[in-house]
Nanobody, 123 residues
Framework: QVQLVESGGGLVQAGESLRLSCVAS????????MGWFRQAPGKGREFVAR????????YYADSVKGRFTISRDNAKNTIYLQMDSLKPEDTAVYYC????????????????WGQGTQVTVSS
């Protein structure tokens, strides 16, 4: 059973930073492509960032490009999302997910999901 556990969410003011972490129990973690998604109240789940199995390829949603950075440490079975210059519109529950598919941003292509961590940005 694959388990993904996110942490690092919280309440911050606009312009501040947060770093999210996601630890995976998956034995094949180092071969999995990983992503971060978010879901704001009343909205659907949306893609934020993805990183390939080696960490050599990343991709971001336009709304976070230049402010967020995704990274991974395969020795620790962990991915990260560094979020800088946070805005109120970044407020959402953030989820990490794993996929066997490369170069995808589709929710349905990610097989395993964490429980989410709340990020709230006040203005």
């Amino acid at each position: 059973q694959v388990q993904l556990v996110e942490s690092g969410g919280g309440l911050v003011q606009a312009g501040e930073s947060l770093r999210l972490s996601c630890v995976a129990s998956e034995r094949s973690f180092s071969s999995r492509n990983m992503g971060w998604f978010r879901q704001a109240p009343g909205k659907g789940r949306e893609f934020v960032a993805r990183i390939n199995w080696s960490g050599g390829a990343t991709y971001y949603a336009d709304s976070v490009k230049g402010r967020f950075t995704i990274s991974r440490d395969n020795a620790k079975n962990t991915i990260y999302l560094q979020m800088d210059s946070l805005k109120p519109e970044d407020t959402a529950v953030y989820y990490c997910a794993s996929s066997g598919l490369l170069f995808t941003t589709r929710v349905n292509d990610f097989a395993h999901w964490g429980q989410g961590t709340q990020v709230t940005v006040s203005s």
